[in-house]
């Protein structure tokens, strides 16, 4: 009889081992995807911004030349 309480015992640290375990396993995971999700959402950022900044650097660009271009 003494057994059986320091069996159960053990079977409930294992279980709570191992629970913990899967717990700490899905953490992981849960922050892997988030970072993907943010590297997804920072580069959808930066493509949506690059072709207006692209554009306006050519105006620019375009502006100077014709305003100075004169001179050369």
Known sequence: ???KPAKLSASIQELTEQIE???QKQLIVRETRQKQESKKK???RFE???AP???V???IISALVLLFGQYL
Do not use: E, G, V
Request: proline letters at 6%.
């Open 57 to 59: 650097l050519s105006i």
């Open 42 to 44: 920072k580069r959808a």
């Open 53 to 55: 900044i692209i554009m």
């Open 1 to 3: 009889m003494p057994d």
């Open 21 to 23: 375990t899967r717990r």
């Open 48 to 50: 949506r911004l690059a």
